[in-house]
């Protein structure tokens, strides 16, 4: 049986296979019921091929069909634990079969397919499986693996980016006309030249993720949901290079949660925080979490008006009236970061403006509060104490003269 892990004691699996894909870019459009207390809705990962295969248009099919394959009979796939999901998505407490080592070589002795679709997932038909999926023919599928813990995956499919009107700026290029007439390649080339653009083109490259994320779906790809991971394939691609670089999960999280807290304010009002620690941020989204893996994302979380959302980010959101009683506020971040920095707080907060007080000479008029003189020189004889204590703890430590003794007139 899997150990469990204490996140307090023992140090998380990293599970996500970024030496294979990196995600560079998130798009979340979630919704915050307090009522259940889950954040449910889509995110929209944007892949990369990752540094063991370099460039999608520097590598051969066929190269690297070989170079994938060799690595999953030597076990020189980096040293991975894949626990077994044994558990329907809907339910919170699963259970789980022994490991299947990555790259070790070693069988799945259960005698079942470890791979299925979206609808048996929902349905919670159990399953096991190694790193690299053995289908009935022989062939080996290639596995997109994802930190996650404890959250409820509904479904995972392909994104048709290529049918996103005004794309064609980005398919048309002689570089991407040049690979494949495919269409599956001619998504990953758009994905490719979509992640690729410099930072000066940063609002366009919000604006295009924006609309990619929208596009129609194109099939669903299997998965399987493990206590660390999120496991996602489709049936016959063998290769990263070939994998789906734009998919679509929908999901919820758990209120048990460990990635989320959800308590009151301090005036008994609903809130809910990201906690940054134990488990980072892989109970709040499927993520990569390795110090490889930095990326971009934006966020629209809707949530009912009178809360406000407060999130990591570039931009001062305000929020925008959807319909009545309903309010979205959007983020982003345009700087490579790690996933483990996405935050997000939703409660009934208030702004409160720090009011600076400089040394100035003021008439008393000028001051927004009704502080008299006597106040301000109490305040200001409180400072210079606190200087001559300062001053007298380093002259003490360093063996220098006797400091001198303040003593306050007033």
Not at 26 to 48: A, N, P
Not at 101 to 111: I, L, M, P
Not at 149 to 162: F, H, P
Not at 170 to 192: C, G, P, W, Y
Request: aromatic letters at 10%; proline letters at 5%; hydrophobic letters at 35%.
């Amino acid at each position: 049986m899997e150990a469990k892990l204490d996140p307090t004691k023992d140090d998380l699996p990293l599970m996500a296979n970024t030496s294979h894909m990196l995600v560079k870019h998130y798009v979340l459009d979630l919704d915050v019921d307090f009522k259940s207390q889950v954040i449910e809705g889509i995110i929209v990962l944007f892949l990369e091929t990752g540094s063991r295969y370099g460039k999608a248009s520097s590598i051969g099919r066929e190269d690297c069909l070989s170079h994938f394959n060799e690595t999953c009979k030597t076990g020189a796939l980096e040293p991975c634990h894949i626990p077994l999901s044994n558990a329907s998505v809907f339910s919170s407490e699963v259970e789980y079969n022994d490991f299947a080592v990555c790259g070790k070589g070693e069988k799945d002795t259960s005698g079942r397919n470890g791979n299925h679709s979206n609808e048996e997932q929902a349905s919670g038909i159990s399953s096991s499986k190694s790193c690299c999926d053995t289908e009935s023919h022989g062939n080996k599928d290639f596995l997109l693996v994802l930190d996650c813990c404890d959250l409820s995956v509904l479904k995972v499919e392909e994104v048709d980016i290529a049918a996103v009107s005004d794309i064609e700026k980005f398919a048309m290029s002689t570089e991407l006309m040049d690979v494949s007439k495919e269409l599956e390649n001619l998504r990953n080339q758009i994905v490719h030249k979509l992640v690729t653009l410099p930072s000066d083109r940063c609002q366009e490259q919000l604006y295009y993720y924006s609309r990619c994320s929208q596009a129609p779906g194109c099939g669903e790809l299997l998965f399987t949901t493990g206590s660390w991971s999120l496991e996602i394939r489709k049936r016959g691609v063998q290769t990263p290079t070939d994998f789906p670089h734009a998919i679509r999960i929908w999901y919820r999280t758990k209120p048990e949660g460990r990635s989320v807290t959800w308590t009151t304010d301090q005036s008994g009002r609903p809130c809910v925080y990201t906690m940054g620690s134990p488990i980072n941020n892989r109970a709040l989204f499927p993520c990569q979490e390795p110090p490889i893996a930095l990326s971009t994302w934006q966020a629209s979380v809707r949530t009912s008006a009178g809360f406000v959302v407060l999130m990591s980010g570039e931009n001062s959101a305000e929020p925008v009236q959807l319909q009545e009683g309903i309010t979205s506020w959007y983020y982003y971040v345009t700087m490579p970061m790690p996933a483990s920095t996405f935050t997000i707080a939703v409660g009934c907060w208030q702004e409160v403006k720090q009011q600076c007080f400089t040394a100035d000479i003021q008439t008393e008029n000028e001051f927004p509060t009704p502080f008299s003189q006597a106040d301000f020189r109490l305040v200001f004889a409180m400072l210079l104490k606190s200087a001559f204590l300062l001053h007298s703890d380093i002259c003490s430590m360093e063996g220098g003269n006797k400091p001198f003794h303040y003593r306050n007139q007033n």
